[in-house]
Structures are given as C-alpha cells and as structure tokens.
C-alpha cells in the first residue's frame, strides 16, 4: 500500500559520507516501520537500521556509530545519514516500510547503488 523510492547514492571514496533519501506514496508512513537494509555482491540482505513510529532506532552493529536512520512524517520521508564510509558498505540500499496497526504486506523500495571505493 506504501510505494517507496530511494534516493541519494552514488560513489564516494573511504570516509566520506553520504545521505540516502526515502520518498513514500500512496499512504502516510505514520504508523509504519521504516527500514533499511542493503545487499552487497555475492551476499544475502542484511538489515541496517529501523526507526519505529515513537522514533526508536536499531542499528547493525557494524554501521552503529556511523548511521544514523531519520523519519519525517509530514514529508512522508526517510533517510540514512552516513558517515566515515567503509569499502564494505558497498551494497543496494533498499527503503522497507512495515505496517504496525494495518494488516499489509511490506513494501520495498527499487533500491540505490552505494559505492565505496578509492
């Protein structure tokens, strides 16, 4: 029921930081979950971090520190701070949005490219 666009990736080299952006349509984004997660070449998706609808976060224990995951709900949008990038974050970031109060499937985004290379 929620359509979600990602937005914001790109190249960057070893420490630099990058902003990912999270556009959801067709429902407000009040009462869901809102996630990311990403998947590198050659390996299963992983999670890296939520935010619940009172604002609670979780992170991956290996981006802790330097994600930082915010919602805007009158924009209907989410987004991924990150800083002092690593090669290994290198993946497709995907948006998730989860319902909690609404019987309904999940909804994933398309997906944006993060590189993190010299």
């Known amino acids: 029921q929620v359509q979600l666009v990602e937005s914001g990736g790109g190249l960057v080299q070893p420490g630099g930081s990058l902003r990912l952006s999270c556009a959801a349509s067709?429902?407000?984004?009040?009462?869901?979950?809102m996630g990311w997660y990403r998947q590198a070449p050659g390996k299963q998706r992983e999670l890296v971090a939520t935010?619940?609808?009172?604002?609670?976060?979780i992170y991956a224990d290996s981006v802790k520190g330097r994600f930082t995951i915010s919602r805007d709900n009158v924009k209907n949008m989410v987004y991924l701070q990150m800083i002092s990038l690593k090669p290994e974050d290198t993946a497709v970031y995907y948006c998730?949005?989860?319902?909690?109060?609404?019987?309904?499937?999940?909804?994933w985004g398309q997906g944006t490219q993060v590189t993190v290379s010299s």
């Open positions: 067709g429902n407000i984004i009040t009462f869901y979950i």
């Open positions: 998730n949005a989860r319902p909690t109060i609404i019987p309904a499937p999940e909804s």
């Open positions: 935010i619940g609808t009172a604002g609670k976060t």
